[in-house]
């Protein structure tokens, strides 16, 4: 069974400074791999995802991140964070062969200090 | 466009009642899915659907239960409701994580058992 996760519960950023959110996946094969992120009672909305090809992507407001198979992870970065990018968020991987659902990590909290 | 849509958004239960936690999609989306969301615990996943009257667990599913009798819906179903199922429920849609789609939430429902 596939799994996911976060090491990180809590990071504090300054705005404008550079993050990097750490995820590191359990899976027996090529997973898919997400990052979504949950504004304060919100639900969740998908800022990227990694399927195959490039190892680098780019997703909205900004983000990318890295699959790197040899290391199982999938980092999310930003060079320069907004006060606005205060969130939770969450790695999640995904399984095909029939049973196809969503595994989340226990998601990474972000605040941002002026 | 409406996109999912759950009902409703908080509801205070008494233990040993039960609820039906509401769940619709107009995006014709075969894939649907009822999540929880416990601080600290991310999502887990509780049940799915693979299309109209096809549903399997997850990985937390005891005291609940779904139908999918259209494409649109999905409802979950408390049964007698316990403390342990105070949480936040999230429904989501998606065409299915092997055509590289993402899954779309709802705003999730607040429940509170006493």
């Known amino acids: 069974a596939q799994s996911v996760t976060q090491p990180d519960i809590h990071i504090t950023v300054s705005e404008g400074a550079s993050l990097e959110l750490r995820c590191n996946y359990s899976?027996?094969?090529?997973?898919?791999l997400f990052w979504y992120v949950q504004s304060p009672g919100q639900g969740l909305q998908l800022l990227l995802k990694?399927?195959?090809?490039?190892?680098l992507v780019q997703g909205i407001k900004g983000f990318e991140a890295e699959f790197k198979r040899s290391q199982s992870s999938f980092n999310l970065r930003k060079p320069s964070v907004h006060w606005s990018d205060a969130a939770e968020y969450f790695c999640?991987?995904?399984?095909?062969?029939?049973?196809?659902?969503?595994?989340f990590g226990t998601g990474t909290r972000l605040t941002i200090i002026p | 466009n409406a996109g999912v849509t759950q009902t409703p958004k908080f509801r205070i239960l008494k233990i040993g009642q039960s609820m039906t936690l509401q769940c619709a999609q107009d995006?014709?989306?075969?894939?649907m899915y009822w999540y929880r969301q416990d601080p600290g615990m991310g999502l887990k996943l509780i049940y799915y659907?693979?299309?109209?009257?096809?549903?399997d667990k997850g990985e937390v599913p005891n005291g609940y239960n779904v139908s999918r009798s259209t494409t649109e819906d999905f409802p979950l179903r408390l049964e007698l409701a316990a403390p342990s199922q105070t949480s936040v429920y999230f429904c989501?849609?998606?065409?299915?994580?092997?055509?590289?789609?993402?899954?779309?939430f709802g705003q999730g429902t607040r429940l509170t058992v006493v």
């Open positions: 995006m014709n989306h075969n894939y």
């Open positions: 990694y399927f195959s090809g490039d190892t």
């Open positions: 999640a991987v995904g399984t095909n062969f029939g049973n196809e659902k969503l595994t």
């Open positions: 989501a849609s998606g065409q299915g994580i092997t055509f590289a789609a993402e899954a779309f």
């Open positions: 659907s693979v299309g109209a009257g096809i549903t």
């Open positions: 899976y027996g094969a090529t997973p898919y």
